[in-house]
Antibody, heavy 118, light 112 residues
């Protein structure tokens, strides 16, 4: 079955750049229609969509965070990487990656908590 | 800020029916984009509950149902059970500002 797992630092100092990796299995990001997205959730708050990359390398970003985000894929390694620049304490959140087909997200990775603090 | 608005909380006794609304606009739900619903149990990742407005993935009980009309969508839970106590989120696509995915503000369901 499809699985995804996020990896990256737990603690980031402002204004460092955060780099997160999503490693997945049981699908290929070269198949038509497939995408991988990133979503975050600050403690006790709602989900916020960040970015998504499609099989054809089309990339979509949250309008409010677009200037700080970059999403890339390595199809041979089954990985998607998200970078977020100029990290701030308000960016403290659990970051999830998820498989996307037909506009929804399923399944999701377990999430990785990122704390931004000096 | 989310462009999909949900009530912060709903509650019901076991066995009752509760509904959660998801209000959007003409650039997302009203434009015909599908609405998907997720259930997030405490301390876990969200799980897809309803996709394509009305469809249940394999394994999701038929107590959960989705609907969509105009610029809004709804999730109904019938025969409420204690295990349904969780946070629920709607999600769609928004065509403004170049096109992006959007989540609802989230609703906490409490089983009394």
């Amino acid at each position: 079955q499809i699985t995804l797992k996020e990896s990256g630092p737990t603690l980031v100092k402002p204004p460092q750049t955060l780099t997160l990796t999503c490693t997945f299995s049981a699908f290929s990001l070269s198949i038509s229609g497939v995408g991988v997205g990133w979503i975050r959730q600050p403690p006790g708050k709602a989900l916020e969509w960040l970015a998504l990359i499609y099989w054809d390398n089309d990339k979509r970003y949250s309008p409010s965070l677009k200037t700080r985000l970059t999403i890339t894929k390595d199809t041979s390694k089954n990985q998607v990487v998200l970078t977020m620049t100029n990290m701030d304490p308000v960016d403290t959140a659990t970051y999830y990656c998820a498989y996307s087909l037909l506009g929804g997200f399923d399944p999701w990775g377990q999430g990785t908590l990122v704390i931004v603090s000096s | 800020q989310s462009v999909l608005t949900q009530p912060p909380s709903v509650s019901g006794a076991p066995g009752q029916r509760v509904t959660i609304s998801c209000t959007g606009s003409s650039s997302n739900i009203g434009a015909g984009y599908d609405v998907h619903w997720y259930q997030q149990l405490p301390g876990t990742a969200p799980k897809l509950l309803i996709y394509g407005n009305t469809n249940r993935p394999s394994g999701v009980p038929d107590r959960f149902s989705g609907s969509k009309s105009g610029t809004s969508a709804s999730l109904a839970i019938t025969g409420l059970q204690a295990e349904d106590e969780a946070d629920y989120y709607c999600q769609s696509f928004d065509s403004s500002l170049g096109g992006s995915f959007v989540f609802g503000t989230g609703t906490k369901v409490t089983v009394l």
